[in-house]
């Protein structure tokens, strides 16, 4: 949030809020051979940092990818990349990854399970809705609070981190220099022999 502002007709005060522009690049090519697509199965794809999505449109209404259903070979149409752009900006904006992706700790990596993969969403090739639905929209939102409270609480450790350096170096409490001497003297004795 930057700070209020006040709405010139209602009279409503209302936060600030920031905003991230994304660049959303759409290649519309002629000519390129029919089953073209980025990454060999999308129409559209995030950058891995998450700050740009590439698409890619062509004229063929129907380009085949490596999955079948029980109505025969899935295909994409991709004159029409909204859905995958839609899918793309939701991975690039709010961190959600498809439903059908996984990551697998014993392997270390990230696995699939396309039993996910249908459904009211605008992911994987199994999808036909291009809408986001509420469970993303909230992820999107959790992920956001997630991320400023990880920043918060990493700016806080660094805080007390360099707040820690200054006082070795600049401040000194005797009663604390008496104390640990008298515990560098009372190691290895037992609660015995000190009278406890």
């Known amino acids: ?10 009279g409503k005060v209302s936060p600030i809020l920031e905003q991230r522009i994304l660049p959303i690049f759409v290649y519309s090519l002629i000519g390129l051979p029919e089953d073209t697509l980025l990454d060999g199965a999308h129409l559209a794809v995030p950058s891995r940092r998450g700050d740009m999505v590439v698409a890619l ?8 990818i490596p999955f079948f259903s029980a109505d025969g070979p899935i295909t994409l149409n991709a004159r029409d990349p909204t859905r995958d752009i839609i899918a793309a900006a939701v991975t690039a904006l709010g961190g959600v990854v498809p439903p059908y992706q996984e990551f697998d700790s014993i392997q270390n990596r990230l696995g699939t399970d396309y039993m996910w993969a249908v459904g009211h969403h605008p992911f994987g090739p199994f999808s036909t809705s291009p809408r986001v639905s509420r469970i993303f929209a909230d992820a999107v939102i959790r992920n956001s609070i997630v991320a400023r409270v990880s920043t918060a609480v990493n700016n806080v450790k660094k805080a007390v981190h360099e707040l820690n350096e200054f006082t070795k170096d600049f401040v000194s409490d005797p009663r604390h220099d ?11 004795k037992s609660l015995v022999s000190t009278g406890f």
């Open 178 to 188: 008496e104390f640990a001497k008298q515990a560098d003297a009372s190691k290895g």
């Open 57 to 64: 449109q062509t004229p063929n209404p129907k380009v085949k």
């Open 1 to 10: 949030m930057k700070g209020w502002q006040k709405d010139k007709f209602t």
